[in-house]
């Protein structure tokens, strides 16, 4: 067996599983508030567009994907990141999934022969960043994000050595589970990191679309380069989904835009990975991508969750509305997250996650102990009366 897999720790809900394995089944309904899955109804165009295509399942489909889907993600990505253009044939690449290509890309990137390679990831962050390193045969590295700092990254923090050994850097804007956006001036700190090292960047952006302000779309790398009046898309790749987008988690469709070089190279891997996207998969696809009135009126779901359940929870917890997103970042009474998430199932059966699940011990602490990460993706009754089983709980 690969022994780099022995060094991979256990994914957070097989921990929060085994945290709530001994308590009894409450009596209340049960509430999941622990896992980021859209609950949404996922629209009725899309679904009939994959059903409409389902003749396409009797052909091999090409790993870089049908030219209408890319040109369909090109476009998106002109609109909503305000673009000059986008080269369709090569800085698009349709993937199944952002889990699936984030964890690729650093199979692609990293060369395990250089010594001593470096990935670095926020931290807290989704933890498929530090799997990805590892079974790619780099070092793992975390830079802290913590309300302290209002989540910046403090890229000092790492040591000189370090930065030279970094061969590719996660970000995660809006985070998870923070909901920090990156503003310009990180980006441009980020920026110059990244050439100055020769840093591969991976932006992973698939929440960028769950925000509060219809006038106010969150910032995203691509944008963030044109502004700040970069020429290429040098080293850097950025990644979305229709998971959270589109509530499509099932569909397992992404995309991914950026640095022709690296993409040509990021399609050459996943030609031998075998993880090409189905004809009815794509032709969904392509209608999700061309259509935003689905996602204004996603947006209006969460916005009236966030209206009815952050006024609610802020007289008992540590909790602020995020930047964007669906979830609460929530410091608990006490401190102890653990305590907290398995007292709480207890007695209300709401099922939150510890915050320490998802981060690392770095710099000499864990920016997600005494927090629990609260995914607001229940429709609006249950949320609710997850909030007032919650508010019940700490008085």
């Known amino acids: 067996m690969n022994p780099r897999l022995g060094r991979l720790q256990p994914y957070p809900f097989e921990r929060l599983r085994a945290l709530l394995a001994e308590v009894g089944v409450p009596k209340a309904p049960p509430i999941r508030l622990s896992i980021g899955e859209p609950q949404h109804a996922t629209p009725q165009f899309l679904t009939s567009a994959l059903t409409g295509a389902l003749a396409g399942l009797s052909t091999?489909?090409?790993?870089?994907?049908?030219?209408?889907?890319?040109?369909?993600?090109?476009?998106?990505?002109?609109?909503?990141?305000r673009l000059p253009r986008l080269d369709a044939a090569a800085e698009v690449l349709p993937v199944s999934g952002t889990r699936e290509a984030l964890f690729a890309i650093a199979q692609a990137v990293v060369d395990p022969s250089k010594r001593s390679p470096v990935?670095?990831?926020?931290?807290?962050?989704?933890?498929?960043?530090?799997?990805?390193?590892?079974?790619?045969?780099?070092?793992?590295?975390?830079?802290n994000q913590t309300p302290g700092t209002d989540f910046a990254f403090d890229l000092e923090s790492l040591m000189p050595e370090q930065w030279t050994r970094?061969?590719?850097?996660?970000?995660?804007?809006?985070?998870?589970?923070?909901?920090?956006?990156?503003?310009?001036?990180?980006?441009?700190?980020?920026?110059?990191?990244?050439?100055?090292?020769?840093?591969?960047?991976?932006?992973?952006?698939?929440?960028?679309?769950?925000?509060?302000?219809?006038?106010?779309?969150?910032?995203?790398?691509?944008?963030?380069?044109?502004?700040?009046?970069?020429?290429?898309?040098?080293?850097?790749?950025?990644?979305?989904?229709?998971?959270?987008?589109?509530?499509?988690?099932?569909?397992?469709?992404g995309g991914v835009a950026g640095d022709a070089a690296i993409l040509k190279k990021f399609l050459l891997y996943r030609t031998y990975h075998g993880c090409a996207m189905s004809l009815p998969v794509q032709h969904a696809s392509i209608a999700a991508w061309g259509d935003e009135s689905h996602v204004r009126d996603n947006r209006a779901l969460y916005r009236a969750k966030f209206d009815a359940v952050v006024p609610m929870l802020e007289p008992v917890l540590d909790v602020r509305r995020p930047d964007a997103g669906f979830y609460l970042?929530?410091?608990?009474?006490?401190?102890?997250?653990?305590?907290?998430?398995?007292?709480?199932?207890?007695?209300?059966?709401?099922?939150?996650?510890?915050?320490?699940?998802?981060?690392?011990?770095a710099h000499g602490e864990n920016p997600g102990a005494g927090y629990v990460r609260i995914a607001l993706v229940p429709g609006m009754d249950d949320c609710v009366e997850a909030a007032r089983r919650i508010v019940e709980f700490c008085r």
């Not at 870089?64 to 609109?79: C, H, I, P, Q, Y």
């Open 60 to 81: 091999y489909p090409a790993t870089g994907g049908l030219d209408a889907l890319r040109e369909a993600m090109a476009a998106w990505f002109v609109r909503r990141f």
């Open 166 to 253: 970094t061969q590719l850097i996660y970000v995660c804007s809006p985070g998870n589970p923070s909901g920090h956006v990156l503003d310009l001036e990180g980006w441009r700190t980020l920026f110059d990191y990244a050439d100055r090292y020769g840093i591969v960047i991976a932006s992973d952006e698939c929440y960028s679309e769950i925000y509060p302000d219809e006038d106010a779309p969150p910032l995203g790398a691509l944008e963030a380069a044109r502004t700040l009046g970069r020429d290429t898309l040098h080293n850097l790749v950025v990644f979305t989904s229709l998971s959270k987008r589109s509530n499509a988690p099932g569909l397992r469709s």
């Open 119 to 143: 990935v670095v990831s926020p931290n807290p962050f989704y933890q498929i960043y530090e799997g990805a390193a590892l079974l790619a045969g780099a070092e793992p590295v975390f830079l």
């Open 329 to 361: 970042w929530a410091g608990v009474p006490g401190g102890d997250d653990e305590a907290f998430t398995r007292e709480l199932f207890a007695r209300t059966h709401v099922t939150v996650l510890p915050g320490r699940y998802l981060a690392r011990d």
